[in-house]
């Protein structure tokens, strides 16, 4: 999925339209502090991925239109806790959601609306708090079994609770203590070609066995016993080898993911869990204890490379990064995945300026900050 155009109507109760027009790769959004780049970020997210209620609640805003290649929705509020929400497939008519009463019950628009629109595309989106760093560990071994807990049980829980709560089928919220949900991903995502690897080698179990059977029942002569034999054996090649590249074909993210994380990180191994080593196992360090710019780093590299056709939303992707990985960014995730659209909001010059015909500027008036007296517009 992508988003091609956004427009917005009275952001923060304030008159007048912001429109952006969208690319298909990157976006950056820019504008002075207070222009509201996270607030669309989070708007523009929380709508797409069925969570209008949040929007609502959390941002002020009069009217919101999102068109992606899929569908175009509006978001209109007529009062303060009353609004209409309609949803225009590709190629199909439009829906109307409108809040009403069954029987005793209040049916919400946006309730109705969540429902039909979460099923739709996928994004991911990665706010400032995706990775609590800071001298926390999760190691069961850490003698103080009360800083243990607090840490574990409170805060690794508080965030999957949030994520989990604000996460709707493929559009998922991402916010987790140090590498705690990049294991999990990895682990998931490993998990799921194991299983299909199985049923892949159960099949051609299953074909091999039949082909067998079927020939030792044929009555045949010496010499077609042989030609069918010689068939026989050229057949379960080919399914052995196609087999194979099917697995190879599922295998390929994950490898891929591999390549590219000891490409960067130059280390001799990196263990996510007892399952899932990169490199040599022998002298590999837990993933836990990477700096936090190697995790926000990896932590880009795994989403992106096991979601795809997906829109990524990025506040201050530089977080972390030292200033080489924040100009080589992108255009590694761009290289690594071409079907994901990003959309990021940064302060930092050593992103932007390598894009400067992504630049989508979110002030009403164009004023991008660039004055050099604080407080002075660029009107």
Known sequence: MKIKYVEIDSLFGRDGIIILNFHDDINVLTGKNGAGKTNILKLVWYIISGN??????????????????????????????????????????????????????????????????????SSVFLPTFRRIEGGFTLDNNYNNSFYRKITKNEIEDALGKLSTHLSNNDHVFVTSISSVDISNLLLKEYTKISEYSNEIQKDQANKIISSISSFSKDDRNRKDELEEAIKLIDKIKTEIEFSEKLRNKAMK???????????????????????????????????????????????????????NNTIFFIDEPELSLHVDWQRRLFLMLNQQNPSNQFIITTHSPFIYSKYPEKEVCVDIRQDKGNSENLGESNE
């Open 52 to 121: 209008i209620d949040k929007a609502i609640e959390e941002i002020n805003f009069r009217n919101c239109l999102i068109r992606t290649d899929l569908y175009e929705i509006r978001v209109n509020l007529i009062r303060r806790n009353y609004c209409t929400v309609s949803i225009t497939p590709k190629d199909r008519e439009t829906l109307t959601f409108m809040d009403y009463q069954d029987e005793d019950v209040l049916i919400s628009a946006e309730d109705e609306a969540n429902r039909y629109i979460k099923n739709i595309g």
């Open 253 to 307: 993210p994950l490898l891929e993911v591999q390549n590219v994380v000891q490409k960067i990180f130059k280390k001799s191994g990196i263990e996510f869990t007892k399952k899932i080593t990169f490199g040599d196992a022998a002298t590999a360090i837990k993933s836990n204890m990477l700096s936090a710019g190697e995790k926000q780093m990896l932590s880009f590299i795994c989403y992106n490379a096991f979601y």
